[in-house]
């Protein structure tokens, strides 16, 4: 239930907050000692920008407009003169960015609905309620869609039917240039006549922060028709030819970030859009800037009655980076859904995108094999395991739902909730329990106040946790029992499981995908794969409840080393019948998919740099996603 704002007549304004301290803290330091007094001026310098940040965050997440003059007042030219000199016009200036960064966000929340055309309904990174969308037939009931038949929802078929339509030609070229004609019935124009003929092909882009968003999006331009080098070498046009790209922790980054920008390529985004070389979580310029305007939107959140967590700050961090602010003149309030609004999803000119977390259960601290992956794709929100096999229409995430329908008197639904930044975030919680660590090492006090604001507002037990209201709440569905009393889903990182490439989504039986190209960038050895997250998903596939995914069986790691098979392409499960878990027992006889292995591998320079590397230089950006590119191309020369 959302909650009430406070009167912003009852709330006291900066400067009277301000004026009682400086009173109290100026009787306080005439009775100390010289050593004394200046050991307390230190910190009432921390005590009073804390201050000045929590009233200005307070302040916007209320949408309230206390009186914050531009320039020093007397009194605070006179504190500031007591300060040592070496401090002084730091302490002068930190306090005006603050009030700079306050009047630009209040200028940004007053304009936000004239700069973007896409957003939550709220026009902020807060949801909001709005009215329920139509039910369709296939929901019941409420807006669950019960998926234990393995169907499609009705949007993504009719996607994935537009899709083959308009890929039938460059199958046939595709084909020719590989010089397939021959081995094909009739030639490569007559088999691709047919679009049930057509090849079934996804991506899955593993996690692994900033380098594994370079290493995914690297690999994707050298399968892309766009690229000129990729062409020549024969590789070329198959991007345009995927049917699916799923990405988790890392990997959703460079998933999210094409898609939203009207699938772009790997090269413009890097040029003109995710400006690597300001870090991810303390960028050189604009620091407090950044930090209030991420502050205030997560206290807007939290305002309006909804849980938040370190992932919420994490996230609107990545948004920063990956969305292109022309489009989108207010990045925290784009919605994940709102991909459906550019024109490559509307003419079905780029992959269907998927992004995934796993569930961690209450009072779990590892994440077992087997656990629950959900999946946020441009539809629908929810999960194929069996234990849940439903979803809803990913617009009303959020909701209060009961056995699928409002729970609320209005009858509303929630909207808003989805955002890409909480969607990021969410599939990469792995970084928000190490959010603090990683920006402690600032030496501005700005920002360490900053950051206890963050801790104070979270609790310790969830700063690696999404969570969201359960919209499975009181749904009995087949074989959801264990979800449908939980009032919440605890999500976390979609590789914590230990299968850090989203291979379990593609290899459903609904999507009946025939080749699914693995693009590993995880740092299982010194921050190189070693095919780790293969062999736990061959593991997932043994389990009885999965016994309808024909799955390859994989090598262990000391196997893949050993032999190589994490420095070049490798092919597995080409035979359907033999080394394939659950080859009798597929549903509907859905054979395996066939997994090409691209590890990532120093084929031109290093790649392998830390998971929490949060800046990159553009010569190693570029070092990255070239050496990614040779890693795609070398497909069409080294097969194992």
Same mark, same amino acid.
């Not at 441009?378 to 056995?403: H, M």
């Not at 999965?546 to 032999?563: E, L």
């Given at each position: ?65 206390? %009186? ?86 009705? &949007? ?25 004609? %021959?081995?094909?019935?009739? &030639?490569?124009?007559?088999?691709? /006549? ?11 882009? /593993? ?357 190589g098979l994490n420095t070049r392409p490798v092919f597995y499960g080409c035979n359907p019948t033999q080394n394939v878990t659950n080859s009798n027992t597929a549903f509907n006889n859905t054979p395996t998919p066939i ?21 990159? %230089? ?22 194992d």
């Amino acid at each position: 239930m959302r909650c009430c704002r406070s009167d912003r007549n009852d709330r006291p304004s900066l400067d009277d907050v301000m004026n009682v301290m400086r009173a109290e803290d100026g009787d306080r330091i005439r009775s100390q000692s010289g050593e004394e007094r200046e050991e307390e001026t230190a910190m009432m310098k921390l005590l009073h920008l804390t201050a000045v940040l929590s009233l200005v965050l307070t302040a916007a997440s209320i949408h309230a407009s206390p %009186s914050i003059p531009s320039a020093l007042t007397p009194d605070e030219i006179t504190r500031i003169s007591r300060l040592p000199r070496s401090e002084k016009l730091a302490f002068a200036e930190a306090i005006l960015e603050i009030r700079t960064a306050y009047e630009y966000s209040k200028q940004q929340q007053q304009q936000h609905a004239l700069l973007h055309k896409r957003a939550s309904p709220s026009g902020s990174f807060a949801p909001a309620n709005m009215p329920c969308p139509n039910r369709t037939s296939q929901q019941s009931p409420g807006f669950i869609r019960p998926a234990y038949t393995k169907q499609l929802s009705t &949007g993504e078929a009719d996607f994935i039917s537009k899709r083959r339509s308009s890929t039938s030609a460059a199958w046939q070229s595709w084909l020719s240039r590989a010089k397939l004609d %021959s081995v094909l019935p009739g &030639g490569a124009q007559n088999y691709t /006549s047919q679009t049930d003929r057509l090849p079934r092909l996804g991506f899955a882009l /593993s996690g692994g922060g900033l380098r594994a968003m370079l290493v995914g999006s690297g690999t994707l331009q050298g399968f892309d028709g766009r690229n000129d080098t990729a062409n020549n070498r024969g590789t070329g046009g198959l991007l345009q030819l995927a049917e699916y790209v799923a990405g988790l922790s890392g990997g959703s980054w460079a998933t999210a970030s094409l898609s939203m920008n009207n699938w772009a390529t790997t090269q413009s985004l890097k040029d003109s859009i995710w400006d690597l070389e300001s870090n991810l979580l303390v960028p050189e310029d604009g620091k407090v800037s950044f930090y209030a305007s991420i502050l205030a939107a997560v206290a807007g959140k939290r305002t309006e009655g909804y849980q938040t967590s370190l992932t919420d700050y994490f996230g609107l961090s990545i948004a920063t980076k990956i969305l292109n602010g022309s489009t989108y003149g207010n990045k925290y309030s784009v919605e994940w859904s709102d991909v459906k609004n550019t024109s490559s999803f509307t003419d079905a000119s780029m992959p269907f995108p998927i992004i995934i977390a796993d569930e961690r259960e209450p009072g779990e601290l590892i994440i077992p094999r087997n656990t629950t992956i959900w999946e946020f794709n441009p539809y629908e929100f929810g999960s194929w395991n069996p234990n849940v096999s439903a979803f809803v229409p990913i617009e009303i995430l959020g909701s209060s739902l009961s056995n699928g329908s409002s729970s609320l008197p209005s009858g509303e639904c929630v909207g808003g909730y989805q955002t890409v930044a909480w969607v990021t975030g969410t599939s990469a919680t792995l970084f928000s329990g190490l959010y603090l660590d990683l920006v402690s090492s600032s030496s501005d006090s700005v920002i360490v106040s900053a950051l206890k604001e963050i801790a104070q507002a979270v609790s310790k037990e969830q700063n690696d946790v999404s969570l969201v209201p359960n919209p499975f709440y009181g749904y009995r569905g087949d074989g959801t029992v264990e979800i449908s009393d939980l009032r919440n889903i605890t999500l976390v990182d979609g590789g914590l499981d230990n299968e850090n490439v989203p291979l379990w989504p593609l290899v459903e039986p609904a999507r009946d995908l025939d080749v699914v190209i693995a693009i590993d960038s995880s740092a299982d050895v010194t921050n190189w794969p070693n095919s780790s997250a293969l062999y736990q998903t061959s593991l997932r596939a043994q389990y009885p409840d999965y016994r309808s995914y024909a799955f390859p069986q994989m090598p262990d790691t000391n196997t893949v080393v050993n032999r190589g098979l994490n420095t070049r392409p490798v092919f597995y499960g080409c035979n359907p019948t033999q080394n394939v878990t659950n080859s009798n027992t597929a549903f509907n006889n859905t054979p395996t998919p066939i997994v090409i292995y691209l590890p990532s591998y120093p084929y031109t320079s290093l790649a392998n740099t830390s998971t929490f590397k949060m800046d990159y %230089s553009n010569a190693e950006a570029q070092g990255v996603i070239d050496n990614s590119v040779e890693k795609g191309e070398d497909e069409s020369r080294s097969v194992d």
